[in-house]
């Protein structure tokens, strides 16, 4: 997979599942939303998924701070893909 779809894939990811999330109407308000994410932490694109860990990270406490979404709070989850693209669908599927 190439460097800029799988960075592509990357924010795409967070973003999607938080619309669906705000669209479910299944949801209890006392229990947080949570968002999954895998990131490169260390290895080759550590930089880059560094730096999109921080944006996840601030735009969490930005929702939080307005009063979650759908009055929730927002919970992330995340976990370091090594910089390999196989270790992504293991991670996925771990919830």
Same mark, same amino acid.
Not at 4 to 21: M, Q
């Given at each position: ?31 947080? @939303?949570? @968002? ?26 930005? @929702? ?32």
């Amino acid at each position: 997979m190439p460097r800029r779809s799988f960075l592509r894939s990357v924010w795409r990811t967070p973003f999607a599942v938080t619309l669906a999330i705000a669209f479910s109407l299944a949801a209890h308000a006392a229990e947080p @939303i949570t @968002i999954g994410l895998s990131a490169s932490l260390t290895g080759g694109l550590a930089s880059s998924g560094k730096a999109i860990l921080l944006a996840q990270q601030i735009w969490q406490e930005k @929702i939080i701070g307005e009063g979650g979404l759908l009055g929730r709070p927002v919970q992330l989850i995340y976990y370091d893909d090594q910089s390999k693209p196989d270790t992504v669908p293991h991670l996925c599927q771990a919830y």
